[in-house]
């Protein structure tokens, strides 16, 4: 007959170890979340109640232990923190058996965040201190995640039309419907006379509402309102639409560890590259930081802003000519001469500078050749008008640097993609590809912030190991 293990009888009277420290081992990841937070200044950090004011509650290192074990373990929601300590015999270790209550724990995600974030900011200091941040190169890139705010309870000046519209459709609908019962025989039912009247009803209603929502989302400087989460936005992603945050990350390239990061609500990613290289030039310590990015930063002044500072860019140049996609010939296919000031263009010509037009991005000249394109034989490809004009910028020299570095990296975008985008899938994957639990951006980038020290503990775990770690934050 076939045996199997057997189970225990659930009356059977048991020793269980008398110390909580037995059940938790020598090499369990809890051990560094609790020697991390101890090793923090909470009070200098800006934690509620870390002084020694006010009246007697949890302190604040239970609490952020309880959180970042949470994070650390996909455990998001206080409500099922609440549970855990209670139950989880490592938060039991962690918090000294202290088991607050969903509220207590919510509270102190909504009351801290700035705080949260400085804790994720010196665990990127440790591991500097550790020399984890030694490459000096970082790849930059952002991501869109989804806010609390559902897409119907956020407005856009297309959008509202697109529901007015609607519903005076709907309306007229009715209407219609109900001038035909007046007219028709035999007559509709009564019933039914008053269900469509109520309709009728409900939807002017909704239309005053709208138009409530029009008045205030013309107030608002972008002209956009959210209902849920005043500053979740809307923005493109994948094709479709998104209403959320767009969460930029700098990523070191030789760990993958997240240096940096800032919640946006700006959709585009085309003004964040100096923010970003400079927050990350700060937190790794290298003056001379080399950044790479991809098409959606390429960016004439930000671009020049890195180069004056000493940042080293590379950024590929977006390919939004139609007329290139139409295989013409692009801008890159002629060659600047700087010795002459002059383009040597597909068919040998020389351009030279011609007009000039200055505006608040600078002074930017044209080259040309009217009598070379008048009986150019590869014109066709070239320009649909009489001659082919190539405007230069004062501070083009910065851009054609841009792209000699990215011609000699020709591995470059293939570092970006597998430095930054496998931190974002991780941190999507982890969040179980729902929304933010909380509202408005401070709290929002708190929670990122806890997200993020997550992912940066578990990964410093994984290259040095909890032993090197432990050691690091004993002489931190
Ligand atoms: S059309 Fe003018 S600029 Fe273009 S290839 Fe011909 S000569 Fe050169």
Same mark, same amino acid.
């Given at each position: 007959?076939?045996?199997?293990?057997?189970?225990?009888?659930?009356?059977?009277?048991?020793?269980?170890?008398? /110390?909580?420290?037995?059940?938790?081992? *020598?090499?369990?990841p809890?051990?560094?979340?609790? =020697?991390?937070?101890?090793?923090?200044?909470?009070?200098?950090?800006?934690? =509620?109640?870390?002084?020694?004011?006010?009246?007697?509650?949890?302190?604040?290192? &239970?609490?952020?232990?309880?959180y970042i074990y949470g994070y650390l373990n996909r455990i998001h929601s206080?409500?099922r923190l609440?549970?855990e300590?209670?139950?989880n015999?490592e938060?039991?270790?962690?918090?000294?058996?202290?088991?607050?209550?969903?509220?207590?724990? =919510?509270?102190?995600?909504?009351?801290?965040?700035?705080?949260?974030?400085?804790?994720?900011?010196?665990?990127?200091?440790?591991?500097?201190?550790?020399?984890?941040?030694?490459?000096?190169? !970082?790849?930059?890139?952002?991501?869109?995640?989804?806010?609390?705010?559902?897409?119907?309870?956020?407005?856009?000046?297309?959008?509202?039309?697109?529901?007015?519209?609607?519903?005076?459709?709907? $309306?007229?609908?009715?209407?219609?419907?109900?001038?035909? =019962?007046?007219?028709?025989?035999?007559?509709?039912?009564?019933?039914? &006379?008053?269900?469509?009247?109520?309709? $009728?009803? %409900?939807?002017?209603?909704?239309?005053?509402?709208?138009?409530?929502?029009?008045?205030?989302?013309?107030?608002?400087?972008?002209?956009?309102?959210?209902?849920?989460?005043?500053?979740?936005?809307?923005?493109?992603?994948?094709?479709?639409?998104?209403?959320?945050?767009?969460?930029?990350?700098?990523?070191?390239?030789?760990?993958?560890?997240?240096?940096?990061?800032?919640? %946006?609500?700006?959709?585009?990613?085309?003004?964040?590259?100096?923010?970003?290289?400079?927050?990350?030039?700060?937190?790794?310590? /290298?003056?001379?930081?080399?950044?790479?990015?991809?098409?959606?930063?390429?960016?004439?002044?930000?671009?020049?802003?890195?180069?004056?500072?000493?940042?080293?860019?590379?950024?590929?140049?977006?390919?939004?000519?139609?007329?290139?996609?139409?295989?013409?010939?692009?801008?890159?296919?002629?060659?600047?001469?700087?010795?002459?000031?002059?383009?040597? @263009?597909?068919?040998?010509?020389?351009?030279?500078?011609?007009?000039?037009?200055?505006?608040?991005?600078?002074?930017?000249?044209?080259?040309?050749?009217?009598?070379? @394109?008048?009986? @150019?034989?590869?014109?066709?490809?070239?320009?649909?008008?009489?001659?082919?004009?190539?405007?230069?910028?004062?501070?083009?020299?910065?851009?054609?640097?841009?792209?000699?570095?990215?011609?000699?990296?020709?591995?470059?975008?293939? !570092?970006?993609?597998?430095?930054? *985008?496998?931190?974002?899938?991780t941190l999507k994957a982890w969040m179980g590809h729902t929304?933010?639990l909380?509202? %408005?951006?401070?709290?929002?980038?708190?929670e990122?912030?806890l997200h993020?020290l997550a992912y940066?503990l578990r990964?410093?775990?994984?290259?040095?190991?909890?032993?090197?770690?432990?050691?690091?934050?004993?002489?931190?």
């Amino acid at each position: 007959m076939k045996r199997f293990i057997e189970v225990m009888a659930r009356d059977q009277a048991v020793l269980f170890p008398d /110390h909580l420290e037995d059940f938790v081992g *020598e090499d369990n990841p809890v051990r560094a979340v609790d =020697a991390f937070v101890e090793a923090l200044d909470l009070a200098e950090l800006g934690f =509620a109640g870390a002084a020694d004011t006010g009246r007697p509650g949890y302190h604040p290192s &239970v609490l952020l232990k309880i959180y970042i074990y949470g994070y650390l373990n996909r455990i998001h929601s206080s409500r099922r923190l609440e549970c855990e300590a209670g139950r989880n015999v490592e938060v039991m270790w962690l918090t000294g058996r202290l088991a607050p209550d969903f509220k207590t724990i =919510a509270d102190f995600r909504r009351d801290n965040g700035s705080a949260i974030r400085k804790v994720c900011r010196q665990f990127v200091g440790l591991c500097r201190q550790i020399g984890l941040l030694s490459g000096g190169e !970082v790849a930059i890139d952002g991501s869109k995640f989804k806010a609390v705010n559902n897409r119907d309870r956020n407005f856009t000046p297309a959008k509202m039309q697109r529901r007015m519209a609607d519903i005076e459709a709907s $309306i007229d609908r009715y209407m219609s419907k109900l001038d035909a =019962a007046d007219r028709d025989e035999p007559a509709l039912p009564p019933a039914k &006379v008053d269900r469509l009247q109520e309709r $009728i009803v %409900t939807l002017k209603a909704q239309m005053v509402e709208l138009k409530a929502i029009e008045r205030d989302m013309q107030k608002a400087p972008d002209k956009q309102i959210s209902l849920t989460d005043p500053d979740a936005r809307s923005m493109n992603y994948r094709g479709s639409g998104i209403v959320g945050y767009n969460i930029q990350t700098v990523v070191d390239t030789e760990h993958h560890l997240i240096v940096a990061h800032e919640v %946006t609500t700006s959709g585009s990613d085309r003004s964040q590259l100096v923010e970003m290289s400079n927050v990350a030039r700060e937190a790794t310590g /290298h003056d001379e930081l080399r950044v790479i990015a991809d098409r959606g930063y390429y960016s004439g002044e930000q671009l020049l802003e890195c180069a004056q500072s000493g940042i080293t860019t590379l950024v590929p140049k977006p390919l939004t000519s139609s007329g290139t996609k139409r295989g013409m010939f692009a801008k890159q296919d002629f060659t600047f001469d700087a010795e002459n000031d002059l383009y040597i @263009c597909p068919a040998g010509e020389t351009l030279t500078r011609g007009s000039h037009r200055s505006d608040r991005q600078g002074s930017i000249n044209f080259y040309r050749n009217l009598m070379a @394109c008048a009986t @150019c034989r590869l014109k066709d490809r070239c320009t649909p008008l009489k001659q082919r004009r190539i405007r230069r910028w004062d501070h083009e020299d910065i851009l054609d640097e841009v792209e000699r570095r990215l011609d000699e990296n020709p591995d470059a975008m293939r !570092v970006r993609r597998s430095t930054v *985008e496998h931190p974002f899938g991780t941190l999507k994957a982890w969040m179980g590809h729902t929304h933010f639990l909380t509202r %408005t951006r401070p709290k929002v980038a708190a929670e990122m912030s806890l997200h993020i020290l997550a992912y940066n503990l578990r990964r410093v775990l994984n290259i040095v190991g909890l032993g090197a770690l432990m050691v690091a934050l004993q002489s931190a």
